[in-house]
């Protein structure tokens, strides 16, 4: 199997470690020569630790399976191209309109986007039947999840054979409709949102909240993990679900995400967030 | 070792009777046992989720004979513990907890109102002790922490199945892998029950008004026919 993969930032190296090690020849492609450089040493980062792990017999035979391209024409052969350039449609748009003039109609496109629509991208290409969303989770070695969206144009005949390269991946498919957040973004706003609202009633601090919802099995709390995550990144996935619905309440976000933010407490990146991290190294 | 007194219709007493039955801790219904006995109670439970139903109110028949020192513990499920104090004639005795099925599992969540007496929140905290389970202080609101945040998680899972976004295996899956959730959503409703948690959405929604707690139609209608949310 040939997969080619568009964009070597942190999403693109993660897909083509996990192609890779289950035996794909893998094509990444990026315009920008220290991206690739950089994608370079993190897969021999990645197999390193697959290495160890036992995943795979040799970190030189996979490296020779990964391929480094300056041109899209050169993903050509592949039968399966997945984009992971930035979060923004009309870049997004742009490499498919260049990709579809470069490969033959078999070959399945598809998109890492984590919160632009299915539809809307499928919309703009030539060819939208073999068109589908594949959203993997960072990081992605150790994620087990793909999230599988067909658009409402895609042929639905490709589906089958998608879902069984993702579980060669060894990855855990799941197929889902194209909805804002689709499955798993979706559904896990109330852990922050419930959070956020329990803070600011003044029903308990942070820390108890977190401590009471690891208690019930969760492995991190919600601040923790919005720290973690990001409060930006967090913050902008809520807008964008609470617009995709048209504004149902139930998604509304919370003046304390948008305050934090606006302050540049971003969490752990930015050593402060709902917790310190300045002492730590 | 003195009693509890349970008051709550009978399934609720009943998942309550066994886990104090684990826990060697004896009990006794308010409104079954001998007036006389109700002296000995050393803390009053409130099983009901809805301080509302007819057993919660016929707190206010019993409350000249129960022990005049014990603690009434208000269920926090579906109310917060405040809403309880306007059927006592002494108040100042209610606390309450949020605690969710199944009943051992979960940290307790303990609430104080802005009137209750400190030796009543000491008498009551040494003997939730007795539960052998992690008490954490909140605010008095119903839901608590975790009963609330897991509502709503589950509440959004069931508006997923209803929409048909994907099936209810796949909806659990997406979340074990996705999210590292110890358990798929309505996986975890289903052991919890629909109808605690509609209980807690419809409690918050109530004592806030805010449409953001709006239970699904698909959640609404399996906890009318206690049907589980996963394969009916």
Known sequence: ?281 | MNPWGLLGEASARTNWEKFLLSKEIPFLAIDRAPIKELKSISLVLIVDNDFRSKYTKKISLFEDHINPDAPIVANLIAASAARLTKYLKRPNRVVGIAICPPLGKYTIEFATTEITEEKMIATALQELKRLELPIETIGDRCGGVFPRTIAMLINEATFALQEGLASAEELDLAMKFGVNYPKGLLEWGDEIGAKFILDVIEGIRTETRDSRYRASPYLIRHAAMNLPLINS
């Open chain 1, 1 to 281: 199997m040939l997969t080619g993969i568009i964009g070597a930032g942190t999403m693109g190296v993660g897909i083509a470690t996990v192609a890779a090690q289950s035996g794909d020849t893998v094509f990444v492609y990026d315009t920008v020569d220290t991206q690739l450089k950089k994608a370079i040493q993190q897969l021999r980062n990645n197999f390193t630790k697959a290495y160890e792990k036992g995943k795979i017999e040799s970190i030189e035979q996979a490296l020779l399976r990964c391929n480094f391209v300056t041109q899209l024409s050169q993903l050509d052969g592949c039968d399966l191209i997945i984009e992971a350039v930035p979060e923004v449609l009309e870049i997004k748009i742009e490499t498919f309109e260049k990709i579809e003039k470069l490969i033959p109609e078999s070959t399945i496109l598809a998109t890492n986007t984590s919160s632009l629509s299915i539809n809307q991208l499928a919309n703009a290409l030539k060819n939208p039947k073999r068109f589908f969303g594949l959203h993997f989770f960072n990081p992605v070695p150790l994620m087990k999840l793909v999230e599988v969206i067909p658009s409402l144009k895609s042929d639905l005949s490709f589906l089958p054979s998608m879902i069984e390269r993702m579980k060669q991946w060894n990855k855990v498919p799941v197929h889902t409709k194209d909805s804002p957040g689709f499955i798993v973004n979706r559904l896990a706003r109330p852990y922050y949102g419930e959070a956020l609202h329990i803070l600011s009633e003044k029903i308990a601090d942070i820390p108890t909240i977190d401590r009471i919802m690891k208690s019930a099995g969760f492995k991190m709390g919600p601040f923790e993990l919005m720290d973690l995550i990001g409060l930006d990144v967090n913050f902008a996935a809520t807008q964008s679900i609470y617009k995709g619905f048209f504004y149902d309440p139930r998604f509304r976000p919370h003046p304390i995400q948008e305050n934090m933010v606006n302050a540049g407490l971003l969490g752990r990146k930015t050593k402060k967030g709902f917790y310190n991290y300045e002492e730590e190294k």
